[in-house]
């Protein structure tokens, strides 16, 4: 994980791992399938910036492949800016 100041002063994350989907909240009534980013150390949540939180289409394409990602960290949640498949 490497973080950087960006434009609007607040902490840029970049994070490199694979996107997932899974059950978030499962057995309660908010649950619902959600895209996560698995790293070597945990999951997070993960939602583009303006992006709807329960279904995201660019998210869902997504889903399988090994990415970095760039964004802001909220607790479990990964608000991404940008993000880059690798191989």
């Not at 960006?6 to 791992?17: A, H, I, M, P, R």
């Not at 009534?29 to 660019?58: C, M, V």
């Not at 394409?61 to 970095?68: D, E, R, T, W, Y």
């Amino acid at each position: 994980m490497k973080a950087s100041k960006s434009q609007d002063n607040k902490t840029d994350v970049e994070l490199t791992g694979k996107v997932v989907e899974k059950k978030f909240a499962q057995g309660s009534k908010s649950e619902h399938d959600a895209i996560y980013l698995e790293t070597e150390k945990t999951a997070y949540q993960l939602r583009r910036l303006g992006g709807n939180p329960f279904f995201d289409p660019e998210l869902k394409k997504l889903v399988g492949n090994n990415v970095i990602a760039t964004g802001m960290l909220k607790g479990s949640l990964f608000l991404i800016k940008t993000v880059k498949k690798i191989s």
